[in-house]
């Protein structure tokens, strides 16, 4: 855990994220909830399903579904309207929101940022947000990506302990009676000496 930690600490100092401490926080809260959102919905699907081959497959199409549901390599705006209420599924979604409102939110671009021409078309962090259509709020987000992952582990849990093998278990009465009639002489090692 310390060394993740530590990476992620050198991922804010080098890629010259917001460097106040209350977004480093929630930065590593975002990043620590999504990494244990995916390893419940991992053990779910594992536990839902008997052959671990099956599993994989499953799991590694319905991520598929999710990172492109998930704001990554599309904006939430441009998914057609049809499917458009699958990126609500997505539990990637809410810490990629998550993590761009924590950036984004009251950052103002300098003028670095400027075009040839001197203009700046976005000037702010809320513009880019807006522009990659991400609406919502941090508190939220993190909330929603902590009661998945709470609801994923308990189902989890109780495909788990359904999906144990059952064993018929021996009456009492049947267990003593067998070990009455046993004799030495049924007992093959103790009959050959």
Excluded at 1 to 7: A, F
Aim: proline content about 4%; charged content about 15%.
């Amino acid at each position: 855990m310390c060394l993740s930690n530590h990476s992620r600490l050198h991922h804010v100092l080098l890629c010259r994220l917001q460097k106040e401490a209350a977004n480093f926080i929630l930065f590593l809260l975002t990043a620590i909830l999504g990494g244990f959102t995916g390893e419940s919905f991992g053990v779910l699907s594992g536990g839902l399903m008997n052959n671990p081959t099956v599993s994989a497959v499953c799991l590694i199409a319905t991520i598929l579904i999710m990172i492109l549901f998930g704001g990554f390599y599309s904006n939430l705006d441009s998914i057609p309207a049809g499917i458009r209420w699958l990126q609500h599924l997505s539990f990637i979604r809410y810490g990629y929101v998550a993590m761009m409102e924590l950036e984004f939110d009251g950052l103002t671009f300098g003028p670095a940022e400027e075009l040839p021409d001197g203009s700046c078309p976005i000037s702010t962090g809320q513009q880019r947000l807006e522009l990659l259509g991400v609406t919502g709020t941090i508190a939220s987000d993190i909330l929603i990506l902590a009661l998945v992952g709470v609801v994923f582990r308990f189902l989890a849990y109780w495909a788990l302990r359904f999906s144990r093998p059952r064993f018929k278990g021996l009456l009492l009465n049947q267990a003593c009676e067998s070990e009455s009639n046993i004799e030495l002489a049924d007992i093959p090692a103790v009959a050959a000496s």
